[in-house]
Nanobody, 119 residues
Framework: QVQLVESGGGLVQPGGSLRLTCTAS????????MAWYYQAPGKQRELVAD???????NYVDSVKGRFTISRDIAKNAVYLQMNSLTPEDTAVYYC?????????????WGQGTQVTVSS
């Protein structure tokens, strides 16, 4: 059974930092492209950042310079370091694993972790 389990969310003041962790089980996350998405109330789920198996990273413009995605091969995990948080970053953050496998697109999602930025 494949599971992606997120942790590290919570309540933080504007300007603060959080580090989200996504731990994978049931798959070798190191052969998957990994990503973080967020979904604010009343809005669609959107890509925040992703990291390929080769270590290439991509970020949505609104988080460039503030967020960093990374992966730990040994721990089968991916992280999202979030700095200089603003109320606009408030959302549920989801971990995603995806890869093409002989023409079949494989994709898995975590259950999400709430991030609230408020004073």
């Amino acid at each position: 059974q494949v599971q992606l389990v997120e942790s590290g969310g919570g309540l933080v003041q504007p300007g603060g930092s959080l580090r989200l962790t996504c731990t994978a089980s049931g798959i070798d996350a190191n052969i998957y492209d990994m990503a973080w998405y967020y979904q604010a109330p009343g809005k669609q789920r959107e890509l925040v950042a992703d990291i390929t198996t080769g270590g290439y990273t991509n970020y949505v413009d609104s988080v460039k310079g503030r967020f960093t995605i990374s992966r730990d091969i040994a721990k089968n995990a991916v992280y999202l370091q979030m700095n200089s948080l603003t109320p606009e970053d408030t959302a549920v953050y989801y971990c995603n694993a995806n890869r093409q496998n002989w023409g079949t697109f494989l994709e898995y999602w975590g259950q999400g972790t709430q991030v609230t930025v408020s004073s």
